[in-house]
């Protein structure tokens, strides 16, 4: 079975900062050989694509809206992936989801992702 756990989020003035980090685990899952990524979804919106990093961190992608302002990193080692949020704006207010793809070295394109975490807030009051 395979876990994606986040955490870091919470309560943040715009222009303010948060790092939110995601951790993986499972038996038969090496997050280290696979893409992972960021979504977010905002109360009454659909859930949307933030930032994705492929297995190696070679390859990253953004969002146009957080583009500039967010970074994604992974430590293998850890099996960890971060999100660090910079200039936040009252509109990046949502749940983040983690997630992960199951198939081995894929490239971002076309990535789709098989597992997810449970999410975790972060607020941005104006």
């Known amino acids: 079975q395979v876990q994606l756990v986040e955490s870091g989020g919470g309560l943040v003035q715009a222009g303010g900062s948060l790092r939110v980090s995601c951790v993986a685990s499972?038996?038969?899952?090496?997050?280290?050989?696979?893409?992972m990524a960021w979504f977010r979804q905002a109360p009454g919106k659909e859930r949307e694509f933030v930032a994705a990093i492929s297995w190696n961190g070679g390859s990253t992608d953004y969002a146009d809206s957080v583009k500039g302002r967010f970074t994604i990193s992974r430590d293998n080692a850890k099996n960890m992936v971060t999100l660090q949020m910079n200039s936040l704006k009252p509109e990046d207010t949502a749940v983040y989801y983690c997630?992960?793809?199951?198939?081995?070295?894929?490239?971002?394109?076309?990535?789709?992702?098989?597992?997810w975490g449970q999410g975790t807030q972060v607020t941005v009051s104006s």
């Open positions: 499972g038996r038969t899952f090496v997050s280290s050989r696979s893409a």
């Open positions: 997630a992960a793809d199951a198939s081995w070295f894929s490239s971002l394109v076309g990535v789709k992702y098989d597992y």
